[in-house]
């Protein structure tokens, strides 16, 4: 299996207040994504890095920022966290090839 | 712009069973084509993918899928369904090209009756 953590794996949290959930690789792959899985509607994109302090958005970027200081790292920061984005959060890197972490799931009350 | 459609959130076969799901694409360029598992309370995993080699493409735990260029489908096969096999699956596509994403259909889950 790829080596991809996330954390936390669950996390239960209020509206409006600021979550960051972290995505760590042992592969050194220089592609790094987040997702958000919704029922009906599959994966969607929110932010993508492809190198140290080299990230963009995805299709669903709104309320959520990233950050990229080492390779290993992803962070996924919610500022103000809204009912709407209660969700499972999932991290992926690619090589050849997409791998998943294992998600987190956000909920937000 | 890329897009896959998976028609249908729910098939159900029993077992031993053939089972199809479906999923078409749209791209502008020939892509890259990717079948992901996803079993309860866990991450997506790769079942199989066809990256411009041969179009019949073989996978994990008996699947198998076949590009069609003509009909811009890439359906999702396997001869004799299993209890283990109960799960969602994401038909997804990206582009060639180093920077390219991955875009996902909306899932189809597989129920196996005994």
């Known amino acids: 299996d790829a080596g991809i953590t996330q954390s936390p794996r669950h996390k239960v949290t209020e509206t409006g207040t600021p979550v960051t959930l972290r995505c760590h690789q042992t592969?050194?792959?220089?592609?790094m994504y987040w997702y958000r899985q919704d029922p009906g509607h599959g994966l969607r994109l929110i932010h993508y890095?492809?190198?140290?302090?080299?990230?963009d958005k995805g299709e669903v970027s709104d309320g959520y920022s990233v950050s990229r200081s080492k390779t290993e790292d992803f962070l996924l920061t919610l500022e103000s966290a809204t009912s709407s984005q209660t969700s499972v959060y999932f991290c992926?890197?690619?090589?050849?090839?997409?791998?998943f972490g294992p998600g987190t799931r956000l909920t937000v009350l | 712009a890329q897009s896959v459609t998976q028609l249908g959130s729910h098939v159900s076969v029993s077992e031993g069973a053939l089972v199809l799901l479906r999923c078409n694409y749209s791209?502008?360029?020939?892509?890259?084509l990717f079948w992901y598992v996803q079993y309860p309370n866990q991450g997506l995993q790769l079942l199989l993918k066809?990256?411009?080699?041969?179009?019949l493409v073989k996978g994990i735990n008996g699947f198998e899928a076949e590009f069609k260029k003509s009909e811009t489908s890439f359906h999702l096969t396997k001869p004799s369904a299993h209890m283990s096999d109960a799960a969602e699956y994401f038909c997804?596509?990206?582009?060639?090209?180093?920077?390219?994403?991955?875009?996902f259909g909306k899932g189809i889950t597989l129920s196996v009756r005994p």
């Open positions: 992926a890197i690619r090589g050849d090839e997409q791998f």
């Open positions: 592969e050194n792959h220089r592609y």
């Open positions: 066809y990256t411009s080699a041969a179009t």
């Open positions: 997804a596509v990206r582009k060639t090209g180093a920077n390219s994403k991955l875009t």
């Open positions: 791209s502008s360029v020939p892509p890259y």
């Open positions: 890095s492809y190198g140290v302090k080299d990230t």
